[in-house]
């Protein structure tokens, strides 16, 4: 039973380059974060989408970063013309259905370091 | 602005010792509690969550919950090398976004 899946693993991309990152849910879980961590500092939330549909994008930056979770297919979290401070590990998480009195703990994706020069 | 603090460390102590962890969060509505180990390069894993005021134990590891002071602390009995890391608190306040803190690092000493 594979857990979550991202990739790529690594990422190197040139100043305004496009950035594009996978995550695949744990089996059962139709539920879809996506965290950023910059060096020695804790996980931002950026987004959370279940399939078709985005919940909460209130940490995504206002430009150039977007997410999706199509039908068919991993969530993609993309970021154009990238800049020299979107250097940092994204990580995707999943988790069951939250409900009214309780959210589930996440499992994390082994992340995808995106290295901007 | 909802919060999560933590002090940042690092904490030290010798192997066999209690490692006491602690945390604190600014959102009073908050209901779910969770405490994450993530090593150095690696992504966070989960290692325990509470709901309820008091503690919860698993294994050498016990959670405590106070949420009238919005404090909850992991304790870490008979630390090992091993269990040098970063820990991660996080709190989610019923909607579907969970916050993180900076996180505490531990160090276990041999």
């Known amino acids: 039973n594979a857990g979550v899946m991202q990739n790529p693993r690594h990422l190197v991309r040139r100043r305004g380059q496009e950035a594009r990152l996978r995550c695949s849910p744990m089996?059962?879980?139709?539920?879809v974060y996506w965290y950023r961590q910059l060096p020695e500092e804790g996980l931002k939330f950026m987004v959370y989408?279940?399939?078709?549909?985005?919940?909460?994008e209130s940490g995504m930056p206002k430009e150039r970063f977007s997410a999706e979770f199509p039908k068919e297919g991993p969530s993609i979290l993309r970021i154009q013309q990238v800049v020299r401070g979107d250097s940092a590990a994204y990580f995707c998480?999943?988790?069951?259905?939250?409900?009214?009195?309780?959210?589930?703990?996440?499992?994390f994706g082994s992340g995808t370091r995106l290295t901007v020069v | 602005q909802k919060e999560v603090e933590q002090n940042s460390g690092p904490l030290s102590v010798p192997e066999g010792a209690i490692a006491s962890l602690n945390c604190t969060y600014s959102?009073?509505?908050?209901?779910?509690f969770f405490w994450y180990r993530q090593y150095s390069g690696k992504s966070p894993e989960l290692i325990m969550s509470?709901?309820?005021?008091g503690d919860k134990e698993d294994g050498r590891f016990t959670a405590q919950l106070n949420k009238a002071s919005q404090y909850v602390s992991l304790l870490i009995r008979d630390s090992q090398p091993s269990d040098s890391a970063t820990y991660l608190c996080?709190?989610?306040?019923?909607?579907?976004?969970?916050?993180f803190g900076a996180g505490t690092r531990l160090f276990v000493k041999a």
């Open positions: 998480a999943s988790s069951p259905r939250p409900t009214e009195r309780a959210n589930y703990g996440y499992t």
């Open positions: 089996k059962g879980h139709s539920h």
């Open positions: 989408l279940q399939k078709e549909n985005i919940i909460d």
């Open positions: 959102d009073r509505g908050s209901q779910s």
């Open positions: 509470i709901y309820s005021n």
């Open positions: 996080a709190v989610n306040a019923g909607g579907f976004k969970t916050i």
